[in-house]
């Protein structure tokens, strides 16, 4: 073990901070990250391994994020107009405890409190939305005891259903009904707004890859991808024209760069799945398939492929080049009204179908058959959220927070049921830069940076076994 601590020390130099999809493994926002397509660098449950369950009680089911050993996520006690209720409540992501409450201030008319997304050790929520009709300032809350940093400067209009995305830097991606805009982490300040027109008002969130914001608007004859520049906001240019007359989805980009949207209405003549590709002059489409008209999801793709909802009521993974069938559920029970969506490290897909007494959550194998499933009543946008060694969060209503986890040796790198030299070898190439098994990455003391101390603690880790 001395003999390979030394030689590894000589590969600290030149490793620097992860990039967003391995940042802390946390899930800052409804897609789970900045392009929202659900992808996340670990081994999700195998089973439906309760770790812990309970929390404060809630009409309605919420959109929980996570950031490092921290799950947020508001607990709504009635219905608007609110004074003092409804909290962005935090709970230790191990045990389940709560850690603080928060309530958003509230003025006359304001909505019901939304928690925006998570990362680098802060939380922001708002009482803005009602599907665009209430606007407000955000809040900026520190994530180790819910005291208030900042305010926005500006009120926004968005909601829950349309959700955040941050980029590189931290800074928030606002899109509401108007207006797209970009809000710095340090102080709240707006660094651009940039003119748009939501189809409807919510579901108006947009997706951030490659220096690139991705919204859908509406334009003469249906709607349109509309690319923006990240740093400025100068709109640069829109996909062609999908017919269409409402959409209440948003689009998300895969780790490819492919950009997806589910432009669907309840009208078989003009619901389709689209993949574009973005050339770096223009949106072309890739291709379409028929779908299924779904409300306020969040889908999931991978690399080579996406997770497109049909309208059997089938979940079908598609090829991102070209749209033909990798795999299929088959035809669900339970209907799919608003799923949301993520995939681990392994391909497998893990599902809530958004529906209220039939709701549901689910978890397919990476050939799509069934793995497990459980029943969340009133699930609505309460999952899935994802943490640090896999951690699945789901909210439903009541006290019904759960979070399942499937304990595994954190010292057996490569996954082969031993601890041996042959984990040695997988976490030295991993840590130089190489090639690291599913679910594994080298910030093994997850702080975001890969360093000496992640060499430390996996020695450690190997010295004491399983």
Same mark, same amino acid.
């Given at each position: 073990?001395?003999?390979?601590?030394?030689?590894?020390?000589?590969?600290?130099?030149?490793?620097?901070?992860?990039?967003?999809?391995?940042?802390?493994?946390g899930?800052?926002?409804?897609?789970?990250?900045?392009?929202?397509?659900g992808?996340?660098?670990?081994?999700?449950?195998?089973? /439906?391994?309760l770790?812990w369950?309970?929390?404060r009680?809630?009409?309605?089911?919420?959109?929980?994020?996570i950031?490092?050993?921290?799950?947020?996520?508001?607990?709504?006690?009635?219905?608007p107009?609110?004074t003092?209720?409804?909290p962005?409540? /935090?709970?230790?992501?191990?045990?389940?405890r709560?850690?603080?409450?928060?309530n958003?201030?509230?003025?006359?008319?304001?909505?019901?409190?939304w928690?925006?997304?998570?990362r680098?050790g802060?939380?922001?929520?708002?009482?803005?939305?009602?599907?665009?009709s209430?606007?407000?300032?955000?809040?900026c809350?520190?994530?180790?005891?819910?005291?208030?940093?900042?305010?926005?400067?500006?009120?926004?209009d968005?909601?829950?259903?349309?959700?955040?995305?941050?980029a590189?830097?931290?800074?928030?991606?606002v899109?509401?009904?108007?207006?797209v805009?970009?809000?710095?982490a340090a102080?709240?300040?707006?660094?651009?707004?940039?003119d748009r027109?939501?189809?409807v008002?919510?579901?108006?969130?947009?997706?951030?890859?490659?220096?690139?914001?991705?919204?859908?608007?509406?334009?003469?004859?249906?709607?349109a991808?509309k690319?923006?520049?990240?740093?400025?906001?100068?709109?640069?240019?829109?996909?062609?024209?999908?017919?269409?007359?409402?959409?209440?989805?948003?689009?998300?980009?895969?780790?490819?760069?492919?950009?997806?949207?589910?432009?669907?209405?309840?009208?078989?003549?003009v619901?389709?799945f689209?993949?574009?590709?973005?050339?770096?002059?223009?949106?072309?489409?890739?291709?379409?398939v028929?779908?299924r008209?779904?409300?306020?999801?969040?889908?999931?793709?991978?690399?080579?492929?996406?997770?497109?909802?049909?309208?059997?009521?089938?979940?079908?993974?598609?090829r991102?080049?070209?749209?033909?069938?990798?795999?299929s559920t088959?035809?669900?029970?339970?209907?799919?009204?608003?799923?949301r969506? /993520?995939?681990?490290?392994?391909?497998?897909?893990?599902?809530s179908?958004?529906?209220?007494?039939?709701?549901?959550?689910?978890?397919?194998?990476?050939?799509?058959?069934?793995?497990?499933?459980?029943?969340?009543?009133?699930?609505?946008?309460?999952?899935?959220?994802?943490?640090?060694?896999?951690?699945?969060?789901?909210?439903?209503?009541g006290?019904?927070?759960?979070?399942?986890?499937?304990?595994r040796?954190q010292?057996?790198?490569?996954?082969?049921?031993?601890?041996d030299?042959?984990?040695?070898?997988?976490?030295?190439?991993?840590?130089?830069?190489g090639?690291?098994?599913?679910?594994?990455?080298?910030d093994?003391?997850?702080?975001?940076?890969?360093?000496?101390?992640?060499?430390?603690?996996?020695?450690?880790?190997?010295?004491?076994?399983?």
């Amino acid at each position: 073990m001395r003999g390979f601590s030394v030689g590894v020390c000589t590969m600290v130099l030149g490793v620097g901070v992860l990039g967003d999809a391995a940042r802390a493994q946390g899930w800052s926002n409804a897609g789970g990250n900045a392009g929202r397509n659900g992808s996340f660098a670990t081994l999700g449950p195998d089973a /439906a391994d309760l770790a812990w369950q309970g929390g404060r009680s809630s009409i309605i089911a919420w959109q929980p994020v996570i950031d490092g050993s921290r799950v947020f996520l508001v607990r709504q006690t009635g219905f608007p107009p609110e004074t003092t209720a409804s909290p962005v409540v /935090a709970m230790d992501l191990e045990t389940g405890r709560e850690l603080w409450a928060a309530n958003i201030p509230a003025n006359s008319g304001d909505w019901t409190t939304w928690v925006m997304g998570a990362r680098d050790g802060r939380v922001y929520a708002s009482r803005s939305g009602n599907g665009s009709s209430v606007s407000a300032r955000f809040f900026c809350l520190n994530a180790s005891n819910g005291a208030t940093i900042w305010q926005s400067v500006q009120t926004i209009d968005a909601g829950a259903y349309d959700g955040v995305v941050f980029a590189e830097n931290g800074d928030l991606i606002v899109g509401g009904f108007r207006t797209v805009r970009r809000v710095r982490a340090a102080d709240g300040g707006t660094v651009w707004t940039a003119d748009r027109l939501c189809s409807v008002s919510g579901n108006c969130g947009g997706a951030v890859h490659g220096g690139a914001v991705y919204i859908a608007d509406a334009v003469p004859g249906g709607h349109a991808i509309k690319k923006f520049d990240l740093a400025t906001g100068a709109f640069r240019y829109q996909s062609p024209t999908m017919a269409g007359f409402t959409i209440q989805n948003s689009p998300m980009v895969g780790p490819d760069g492919t950009v997806y949207l589910n432009r669907v209405q309840n009208n078989a003549a003009v619901d389709f799945f689209y993949a574009f590709e973005d050339t770096g002059s223009a949106l072309v489409e890739r291709w379409r398939v028929e779908s299924r008209w779904t409300t306020g999801s969040e889908f999931a793709a991978t690399q080579d492929g996406v997770y497109v909802p049909f309208r059997d009521n089938s979940i079908r993974l598609l090829r991102a080049q070209d749209g033909v069938q990798i795999a299929s559920t088959g035809v669900l029970a339970q209907p799919l009204s608003s799923p949301r969506m /993520a995939v681990d490290a392994s391909g497998r897909l893990y599902m809530s179908n958004g529906e209220f007494a039939q709701g549901r959550f689910f978890a397919f194998n990476a050939d799509l058959s069934l793995r497990w499933s459980v029943g969340v009543t009133n699930v609505n946008i309460g999952a899935p959220a994802f943490g640090p060694e896999g951690t699945l969060v789901v909210a439903g209503v009541g006290t019904n927070v759960r979070a399942y986890r499937t304990d595994r040796c954190q010292a057996d790198f490569d996954g082969d049921g031993f601890v041996d030299f042959f984990d040695l070898s997988a976490f030295a190439e991993c840590f130089e830069g190489g090639t690291c098994p599913p679910g594994k990455n080298a910030d093994f003391d997850g702080d975001g940076f890969v360093d000496f101390f992640d060499f430390q603690a996996y020695a450690s880790a190997f010295e004491a076994g399983c």
